[in-house]
């Protein structure tokens, strides 16, 4: 094996001491080693981190989710998002985790927005991005859209991150450990929490229950991080097909609850206007 010069921040899940990397794998310093797939991502869950032999979303959910992103319609929310992580990067040598990247749409974008903007905002920084989701199918996924950025099949609560060594975290509609965000970041380092606001995806509720309800209105505090900025982001799209719907159903939460009878009336609709509600929180590590 020939080691590459890179220092690797990833964390062996068995001794929590560094990993690094290798041609084909990661190995700690008590010979723990894991191999990197084919498909260029790592698996660092433990069977004992899960709760059923695939946790996470099923593959049918990711190509759902893939689809109706690929669509275009969270491009403004993608778009703002990025603006908000961006203005939030200081400092030259940057790690950026998205905890819970789903198949990586977000954090694709990101790197994109990062690399378009001019070279002398990127020319002194080095600029490194870790997408960890529990979810196998969600993974494998990410890994086809960017081969470059290290995608990790891993558990939001008990990250196999080393302590102190992520800038920035986003955390998009995803659980998580509130213990394990503290641990990883870096002193002064940014949380970036996604979470519905209370319009989104009405217009879905309306198809599928009888009585519709807003999500609530709340703010969620972070202990040892403090609340340094809140962006709302809210506009309607129109989709436009049946098909689009049934994927937007499948990225949703609303894929676990709903019965065959909502099903069959939401495939039985063909076009749909809704909000799409956001709010978008930073915090950072005291």
């Not at 059923?52 to 690929?70: A, H």
């Not at 209370?198 to 209105?217: C, D, F, M, P, S």
Request: hydrophobic residues 35%; contains cysteine; positive net charge.
């Amino acid at each position: 094996m020939t080691i590459e010069n890179n220092e690797s921040i990833l964390k062996c899940p068995v001794c929590n001491l560094s990993l690094k990397k290798y041609e084909k794998q990661y190995v700690c310093l008590n010979n723990h080693s894991y191999d990197i797939a084919s498909k260029g991502h790592i698996n660092l869950l433990l069977a004992n981190q899960k709760k059923t032999k695939d946790p996470g979303d099923c593959k049918e959910m990711m190509e759902g989710r893939r689809d109706f992103l690929n669509k275009g319609y969270y491009h403004t929310f993608s778009d703002k998002l990025n603006d908000v992580i961006i203005s939030n990067i200081s400092g030259n040598n940057i790690n950026i985790l998205d905890a819970g990247c789903g198949e990586g749409y977000f954090l694709c974008r990101l790197k994109e927005a990062l690399y378009r903007k001019e070279a002398s905002y990127t020319r002194n920084k080095e600029i490194d991005f870790f997408g960890v989701d529990i979810s196998k199918a969600a993974v494998t996924y990410a890994t086809k859209r960017d081969k470059k950025i290290k995608f990790i099949v891993g558990s939001n609560f008990n990250l196999p991150i080393m302590p102190s060594s992520i800038d920035i975290i986003i955390r998009n509609f995803a659980p998580s450990d509130e213990t394990e965000l503290n641990r990883v970041l870096k002193d002064n380092g940014k949380l970036v929490v996604i979470t519905p606001g209370v319009q989104h995806l009405y217009g879905l509720k309306e198809i599928l229950y009888v009585n519709a309800r807003k999500h609530e209105e709340k703010v969620t505090a972070f202990e040892g991080f403090k609340l340094t900025q809140s962006v709302e982001v809210k506009y309607s799209i129109d989709v436009r097909n049946a098909e689009d719907i049934k994927s937007l159903i499948a990225m949703t939460p609303y894929y676990w609850t709903i019965d065959n009878a909502m099903r069959e009336k939401a495939n039985d609709t063909s076009k749909l206007s809704t909000l799409l509600h956001f709010n978008i929180s930073i915090y950072e590590k005291n």
